[in-house]
């Protein structure tokens, strides 16, 4: 089962709301402030992350808790895009032209990136989190490898590509570990198809108007395409053109999604392809039956839409108690210099270990000297956690010395039994 989150420009009733799509009812709310455009995350099914659209400010609400901010963050200026990557563990921020890439679980900011010329429109991670592609006003997408941005102090993308000659609006990234795809639409009417690994265009299309927003569903079947008019165009991927340029042809109406009188800003497939989510600027996201191409249901708001998605029904959704698996430190407004990830300084990241009974032996004192390592207590941390580690390991190899020793003792006396038991 899924459900729909989306925001709004307005903030009347509130900044996201969660809401069950084929029926229209409302979940959950949580109020406080608007979230701007490409800025609302689910974070491992425990928060909601979202930096507003008017403040320097991002947001942190529990899942369980509606209408309670658990975490108010000041940013140096307004973040106009954040994403999380899909491993949880790294978040990256637009801030005009500029990325700002941060550790979660510390909240160390780990990298600055300066190459794009106007500001940037969307963010998004590859599958595997090794990777991700930021577009511009300029009409730039980048190509950035995460381990090259952590361990770099003066980083270059890895791939830059220009064949944009208006303001990049969407991009999606497909969930192929083999050969992903990045798709690109943008002001100058043409969505690109590309080839994430080589960087080659295997499909230019053309449209009739300005595009604005751009998803694929997870069999990579179909592409669906929102226009600055209000339709939503569908794009079968199993059946591509033999041409790298192709224009689409909108006579096909099975191939359209019509309904929205604004443009489309926001869509989402759910995850088993029957249905998409639509968010426009005229203050409605409708959910579409894709096999029929009708909409099912509209979900009225009162202001233009900002984010709208389809996730999975999280058990804190469903529940008052609250066991978070991810732990979320207020995120650095300012690099330190020299603090980079890498073989020498960790930048005292913490580990997040999943106790098992064993470590229940352990010190009630050391163990909270273990869990509190962060950059504040940087002096002290190194030396605490070291000890900490050789005292667990010389546990542990005396634990291990013990079962060798049980295991061998077993082996000789069920060998001894049965010789006994052949010589009687």
């Known amino acids: 089962m899924e459900v729909v989150v989306t925001s709004e420009c307005s903030g009347q009733l509130w900044n996201t709301c969660i809401w069950e799509p084929l029926t229209g009812t409302t979940l959950r709310t949580f109020k406080g402030g608007i979230s701007g455009s ?45 994403v999380m990557s899909p491993c949880n563990n790294f978040c990256v921020g637009a801030l005009s032209e500029q990325l700002l890439v941060w550790q979660v679980s510390t909240g160390k900011l780990v990298a600055s990136l300066r190459r794009h010329y106007q500001n940037v429109s969307d963010v998004k991670f590859t599958a595997d989190s090794s990777r991700f592609i930021s577009a511009g006003a300029e009409g730039l997408v980048l190509l950035w490898s995460l381990d090259t941005v952590l361990h770099t102090k003066e980083c270059e993308p890895d791939s830059i590509w220009s064949d944009h000659s208006l303001p990049v609006t969407g991009l999606h990234v497909t969930k192929s570990l083999i050969q ?22 295997l499909f230019n299309i053309q449209f009739n108007g300005p595009l604005r927003s ?63 989510l639509s968010g426009s600027d005229d203050g409605s996201a409708r959910v579409w039956d894709i096999a029929s191409g009708q909409c099912v249901r509209i979900l009225a708001h009162r202001g233009p839409l900002t984010n709208a998605f389809f996730a999975p029904r999280y058990k804190h959704l469903e529940t008052d108690k609250f066991h978070p698996r991810i732990i979320i430190n207020t995120f650095e407004k300012k690099r330190h210099d020299g603090q980079l990830l890498s073989a020498e300084n960790e930048l005292n990241a913490q580990v997040l270990i999943s106790c098992p009974p064993l470590m229940e032996s352990l010190d009630s004192s050391q163990g909270a000297e273990a869990l509190s390592l962060s950059g504040s207590n940087a002096s002290g941390g190194h030396q605490v956690s070291d000890q900490v580690t050789q005292n667990e390991m010389g546990r542990l190899k005396l634990i291990n010395r013990q079962l060798y020793a049980f295991a061998v003792d077993k082996i000789f006396n069920e060998d001894a039994a049965i010789t006994t038991k052949k010589r009687k």
């Open 38 to 82: 490409q800025s609302l995350n689910i974070v491992g099914g425990d928060y909601l992350l979202s930096s507003l659209k008017d403040k320097p400010i991002i947001q942190v609400w529990a899942l369980n808790r509606q209408d309670q901010i658990t975490t108010k963050m000041i940013m140096p200026g307004i973040i106009q895009v954040l």
């Open 180 to 201: 992903p795809l990045v798709f690109s639409v943008s002001l100058d009417q043409t969505c690109k198809i590309r080839d994430l690994n080589t960087g080659k265009t």
């Open 214 to 276: 751009v998803v694929v569903d997870h069999s990579e079947e179909s592409c669906y395409v929102g226009s600055h008019e209000g339709k939503i165009y569908r794009l079968d991927l199993l059946d591509p053109p033999r041409s790298v340029e192709q224009m689409v042809d909108e006579s096909a109406s099975r191939k359209m999604f019509v309904g929205h009188e604004k443009a489309v800003t926001c869509l989402s497939v759910s995850t088993g392809g029957c249905h998409l």
